[in-house]
């Protein structure tokens, strides 16, 4: 069985960083794209960011760019997302999901989702 | 990027009856890689279709997927009290993968 548990989240002040974590099992975890996909308070899910299965090869979503990178530990089969100079915007339920090994796919697995809060 | 468009927002209806929720995309989906996603309050999204027309494992018979291009629509044939909730078509044709904006499902 799948199992995704993030952890990371918190109240953080504009500007101020946090690094969410994402530990996986159930899974062979280095073959698989890792997704973050977060959720604002009462809004619609938006993508964030993803890291191919060897870590070499990573994609932004525009509006994170810069600020965040995602990051991972197969030995830890772990996936990380360093959020740096955050704003009010990014405040929002970030979960992880893992995507398929080679091309694009639907979203099968969830976390519970770790709650990120910006604000003074 | 691919916008998603969603109606109606709201939805209402009673249990047994039938609910159809559309999904318009900006540009066609040539691969019609188009999935359905259910979510209730404080849980994670569900799969519910992949491929637009497939069911995902577990996914009762009574949801269906269809449609083709850029038009694309969720299918419940007969509601149950649990299937009230908020449903989020994804497209993942082109990069980045997008959402649409939610249709609530309530209960009339």
């Known amino acids: 069985e799948v199992q995704l548990v993030e952890s990371g989240g918190g109240l953080v002040q504009p500007g101020g960083s946090l690094k969410l974590s994402c530990a996986a099992s159930g899974f062979t975890f280095s073959n698989f794209w890792m997704n973050w996909v977060r959720q604002a308070p009462g809004k619609g899910l938006e993508w964030v960011a993803n890291v191919r299965g060897d870590g070499r090869y990573t994609q932004y979503f525009d509006s994170v760019k810069g600020r965040f990178t995602i990051s991972r530990d197969n030995a830890k089969n772990s996936v990380y997302l360093q959020m740096n100079t955050l704003r009010v915007e990014d405040t929002a339920v970030y979960y992880c999901a893992p995507g398929a090994p080679v091309g694009a796919t639907s979203y099968v697995s969830w976390g519970q989702g770790t709650l990120v809060t910006v604000s003074s | ?108």
């Open chain 2, 1 to 108: 990027e691919i916008v998603l468009t969603q109606s109606p927002g709201t939805l209402s209806l009673s249990p047994g009856e039938r609910a159809t929720l559309s999904c318009r995309a900006s540009q066609s989906l040539g691969r019609n890689y188009l999935a359905w996603y259910q979510q209730k309050p404080g849980q994670a999204p569900r799969l519910l279709i992949y491929g637009a027309s497939s069911r995902a494992a577990g996914i009762p018979d009574r949801f269906s997927g269809s449609g083709s291009g850029t038009d694309f629509t969720l299918t419940l044939s007969r509601l149950e009290p649990e299937d009230f909730a908020v449903y989020y078509c994804q497209q993942y044709d082109h990069a980045p993968d997008t959402f649409g904006q939610g249709t609530k499902l309530e209960i009339k």
